[in-house]
Structures are given as C-alpha cells and as structure tokens.
C-alpha cells in the first residue's frame, strides 16, 4: 500500500521560508512522478512541481526560481523548499504520486494515483 506522509508546514511572514517534507512508502513503480500540489482556501488545486522518475523537474511558473523540489532516495523523502514565501502562496500543500510510464513528461492531477494528507502554509504580510 503506497501512504505519502507531508510535514513541516507553518506559518511565516512573507520573505521567509518553509521546507515541506513527505515521505513516501510502498512506492516501487520504477516509472512515474512525484509532485507538490497547493490549494488556497476556496480555490482549486494547482500544481506547484513535479518530477519524472528521470529526474526532469517542472515547476510552475508562480514559484520558479523560488522553490526547489529534490528527493532523497535513501529515505523515501520528498522535498519543497520554499523561499521568498509571498502571501499568495498560502495554500494547503499536497505531495502525491502516480506510476506510469509517459514520453511527454508528468500528467495533470487528477491521474495521480496516491496523495498525501495536506500541509498547511500560511504566509502573512
């Protein structure tokens, strides 16, 4: 049974930064993504990163240049460090993954396969 587990969300002041973790278990896919999703209160869930099992890495562009998604295999973990925090990106921060094989990089959100249970990020100004 996959089970991705988020942590490390908080509230900060806008400037600042959080790193987001999530570790994932019973994951064996050799192909697929791993991805960070948010969802602002009220609003729908927006993609914020995702990474092929090749490594490639996308971001959107709202957080280009100030996020930063990496993996550390040894322990199962995902990462979001997140710098430059603008009030904007207060949202609840979902990880999720989805195995599959695809020659045009990750898919949308609704064919992931498995998320976790939210984070909150809260940035005031």
């Known amino acids: 049974q996959v089970k991705l587990v988020e942590s490390g969300g908080g509230s900060v002041q806008a400037g600042g930064s959080l790193k987001l973790s999530c570790v994932v278990s019973g994951y064996t896919a050799r192909t697929g993504c791993m991805a960070w999703f948010r969802q602002p209160g009220g609003k729908e869930r927006e993609p914020v990163a995702a990474m092929y099992s090749d490594g490639n890495t996308k971001y959107a562009d709202s957080v280009k240049g100030r996020f930063t998604f990496s993996k550390d295999n040894a322990s199962n973990t995902l990462y979001l460090q997140m710098n430059s925090l603008k009030p904007e990106d207060t949202a609840m921060y979902y990880c999720?993954?989805?195995?599959?094989?695809?020659?045009?990089?990750?898919?949308?959100?609704?064919?992931?396969?498995?998320w976790g249970q939210g984070t909150q990020v809260t940035v005031s100004s």
């Open positions: 999720a993954a989805w195995a599959g094989y695809s020659l045009g990089g990750c898919p949308n959100q609704y064919v992931y396969n498995y």
